[in-house]
């Protein structure tokens, strides 16, 4: 109890930067090993099966984004609740929102892949699958939808195990899933020839790897909680607290679900399926170079939270600052690597076709022109949920999605072609950028005026503060 204690008044009391990059690096390691399934299966099937195997990978991701941010809905909203629960000593209510959240992950995600299987076809016409992707596309949706019960429950089993207080093994089962993949792509593509079709089945083989290795948190009783029949029953109460704290990353994965697929049929029209193909490096690249300032973002959400509801207004608002100074110090790393060498990175998934190339670092270069405004929109978004103020956060980032990227693609393709799709990236990252710096502004004179009769008590930390 008193290490907890302990851990908690730090969020109060030690230099922001370190909590902020203490608590954020295990959430980008989550992160990124949850991006290399993508990556790999891109990287492994563009080099052998060519860019039409990366297109056929691009068309099936929004289904798999949908399935995200299921995964959001339900592990969000419980990891939320698991915590809140052991907090105030009600161990029974968090079994039940765990118990309640894993049968809805698993009734959820069966559906998602029955839905995958019976109607994949027109699922991959409406994410833009078409001409030479459309076989392949197919062939790798398929067999992949079968992992996503799998890959749903690593997911679930994460947040739980987030939620009791044991970050790394969580991200340790998501980094064996994704080292698993890497092999088994390895194994099934190049050495047994077995192509896109390879691809899925090593994603799926990891997939399971990963579930395995989270459920054994439990079945080798490492945890504090327990699933026990009885709590599995629904709850329409313990269902409607998960929904409401989930309903925020879900909206945000959903919209750029949408997006994504948008992308898709547009870039098929404009530029053909090369185009696809190119936009999917992009997208590949872009987890890497893009992912760690979300887990930035994720990192300082309990930091922001915490000083906020002590009433330590300086130290909120200087964590806010600390955060998007960091993110911006990552999206310039980034930026200078996407102008300067950008061929090297794009021949890592294909090193044999020049017109792909050249499609490629054009889209990208533009896609990246508005990066350092980024940071932030996406700290924005998140701070407004770490202070209560979800609503707010939903705007922000579904005002960067529609507002900002679908204004842009309805005007701007019939006049630049697919130029017009790629500047639509920058523009809601300029937007964003603008909008969310406009909504900080007003909350940090807020926060001043609220906690203005405890300005006396940030002294101590005022090195710290003034260090931002």
């Given at each position: 109890?008193?290490?907890?204690?302990?851990?908690?008044?730090?969020?109060?009391?030690?230099?922001?930067?370190k909590?902020?990059?203490?608590?954020?690096?295990?959430?980008?390691?989550?992160?990124?090993?949850?991006?290399?399934?993508?990556?790999?299966?891109?990287?492994?099937?563009?080099?052998?099966?060519?860019?039409?195997?990366?297109?056929?990978?691009?068309?099936?991701?929004?289904?798999?984004?949908?399935?995200?941010?299921?995964?959001l809905?339900?592990?969000?909203?419980?990891?939320?609740?698991?915590?809140?629960?052991?907090?105030?000593?009600?161990?029974?209510?968090?079994?039940?929102?765990?118990?309640?959240?894993?049968?809805?992950?698993?009734g959820?995600?069966?559906?998602?892949?029955?839905?995958?299987?019976s109607?994949?076809?027109?699922?991959?016409?409406?994410?833009?699958?078409?001409g030479?992707?459309?076989?392949?596309?197919?062939?790798?949706?398929?067999?992949?939808?079968?992992?996503?019960?799998?890959s749903?429950?690593?997911?679930?089993?994460?947040?739980?195990?987030?939620?009791?207080?044991?970050?790394?093994?969580?991200?340790?089962?998501?980094?064996?899933g994704?080292?698993?993949?890497?092999?088994?792509?390895?194994?099934?593509?190049?050495?047994?020839?077995?192509?896109?079709?390879?691809?899925?089945?090593?994603?799926?083989?990891?997939?399971?790897?990963?579930?395995?290795?989270?459920?054994?948190?439990?079945?080798?009783?490492?945890?504090?909680?327990?699933?026990?029949?009885?709590?599995?029953?629904?709850?329409?109460?313990?269902?409607?607290?998960?929904?409401?704290?989930?309903?925020?990353?879900?909206?945000?994965?959903?919209?750029?679900?949408?997006?994504?697929?948008?992308?898709?049929?547009?870039?098929?029209?404009?530029g053909?399926?090369?185009?696809?193909?190119?936009?999917?490096i992009?997208?590949?690249?872009d987890?890497?170079?893009?992912?760690?300032?979300?887990?930035?973002?994720?990192?300082?959400q309990?930091i922001?939270?915490?000083?906020?509801?002590?009433?330590?207004?300086?130290?909120?608002?200087?964590s806010?600052?600390?955060?998007?100074?960091?993110?911006?110090?990552?999206?310039?790393?980034?930026?200078?690597?996407?102008?300067?060498?950008?061929e090297?990175?794009?021949?890592?998934?294909?090193?044999?076709?020049?017109?792909?190339?050249?499609?490629?670092?054009?889209?990208?270069?533009?896609?990246?022109?508005?990066?350092?405004?980024?940071?932030?929109?996406?700290?924005?978004?998140?701070?407004?949920?770490?202070?209560?103020?979800?609503?707010?956060?939903?705007?922000?980032?579904?005002?960067?999605?529609?507002?900002?990227?679908?204004?842009p693609?309805?005007?701007?393709?019939?006049?630049?072609?697919?130029?017009?799709?790629?500047?639509?990236?920058?523009?809601?990252?300029?937007?964003?950028?603008?909008?969310?710096?406009?909504?900080?502004?007003?909350?940090?004179r807020?926060?001043?005026?609220?906690?203005?009769?405890?300005?006396?008590?940030?002294?101590?930390?005022?090195?710290?503060?003034?260090?931002?």
């Open positions: 109890m008193g290490n907890k204690m302990a851990r908690y008044s730090s969020l109060g009391e030690d230099r922001i930067s909590l902020v990059l203490r608590f954020s690096l295990p959430a980008i390691g989550g992160m990124l090993a949850n991006a290399l399934y993508n990556i790999v299966d891109r990287i492994f099937v563009g080099r052998t099966v060519g860019p039409s195997g990366i297109g056929a990978i691009s068309v099936v991701f929004p289904f798999i984004l949908l399935a995200i941010s299921y995964g809905l339900i592990g969000v909203g419980a990891g939320s609740l698991i915590s809140i629960s052991l907090g105030e000593k009600r161990r029974a209510r968090a079994e039940k929102a765990m118990g309640n959240a894993l049968v809805f992950f698993l959820g995600s069966i559906a998602l892949s029955l839905a995958g299987a109607f994949s076809g027109p699922i991959l016409e409406i994410s833009g699958g078409g030479t992707l459309f076989p392949l596309a197919k062939e790798y949706m398929d067999i992949v939808v079968w992992g996503i019960p799998f749903t429950a690593a997911f679930g089993f994460n947040f739980f195990i987030r939620a009791e207080g044991s970050p790394r093994y969580a991200m340790y089962s998501l980094l064996v994704a080292f698993a993949n890497i092999l088994l792509d390895a194994l099934l593509i190049l050495v047994l020839d077995m192509g896109i079709r390879g691809a899925a089945i090593a994603t799926v083989l990891s997939q399971v790897l990963s579930a395995a290795w989270a459920a054994a948190f439990y079945i080798r009783k490492r945890s504090t909680l327990r699933f026990r029949l009885k709590h599995m029953v629904p709850d329409s109460k313990i269902l409607g607290r998960i929904i409401a704290v989930g309903l925020s990353p879900f909206l945000t994965e959903l919209s750029f679900t949408f997006v994504m697929a948008l992308f898709n049929r547009l870039l098929r029209q404009y053909g399926d090369l185009a696809i193909s190119a936009m999917g992009f997208f590949s690249l987890s890497l170079l893009f992912l760690p300032v979300l887990g930035i973002a994720e990192g300082v309990p922001i939270g915490y000083n906020y509801g002590a009433g330590n207004g300086e130290r909120t608002i200087a806010v600052k600390a955060a998007i100074w960091m993110g911006s110090f990552f999206f310039a790393g980034s930026f200078l690597l996407i102008v300067t060498v950008p090297p990175l794009i021949r890592i998934f294909n090193a044999d076709d020049p017109q792909l190339l050249s499609m490629a670092v054009r889209g990208i270069r533009i896609a990246y022109s508005g990066v350092l405004f980024a940071s932030v929109s996406v700290i924005a978004s998140h701070a407004f949920q770490a202070i209560g103020k979800a609503r707010l956060g939903i705007f922000l980032t579904l005002s960067r999605h529609f507002l900002f990227i679908l204004l693609l309805y005007f701007l393709p019939p006049l630049l072609g697919t130029d017009g799709i790629w500047l639509s990236i920058p523009l809601s990252d300029l937007g964003g950028g603008i909008i969310g710096a406009w909504f900080l502004k007003r909350e940090f807020l926060i001043r005026e609220r906690d203005q009769f405890g300005r006396d008590s940030f002294e101590v930390d005022a090195g710290a503060v003034n260090s931002v």
